[in-house]
């Protein structure tokens, strides 16, 4: 990776994608809120009746919370459930 040097930090180096500590930044789309509202974003869509943009929004949330969180994470388990448990009443096949 290349470091990042930019004119008003004093000429002090950075890089753009790794903390201090040296874990990967997370960008502000994948921060566990956004995945929480997105979550919700798509159990609204199921309340308002748009049955498959509720699938296709949880389908984009489970990839990102099993990338992002991990698969064990409680909301990625979540977003399973309900997944699964939409497909179920709507009758639609993995």
Do not use: F, W, Y
């Amino acid at each position: 990776m290349a470091a990042v040097c930019r004119p008003s930090d004093g000429g002090r180096h950075h890089r753009a994608d790794v903390t201090r500590r040296g874990r990967r930044r997370r960008s502000k789309h994948e921060h566990p809120h956004i995945l929480t509202s997105r979550h919700n974003l798509a159990g609204a869509c199921l309340s308002a009746g748009r049955v498959q943009e509720a699938i296709a929004l949880h389908e984009q949330v489970l990839t990102d919370c099993e990338r992002i969180l991990s698969v064990g994470h409680s909301l990625t388990t979540t977003v399973r459930v309900n997944l699964e448990h939409i497909r179920q009443k709507a009758n639609v096949a993995r």
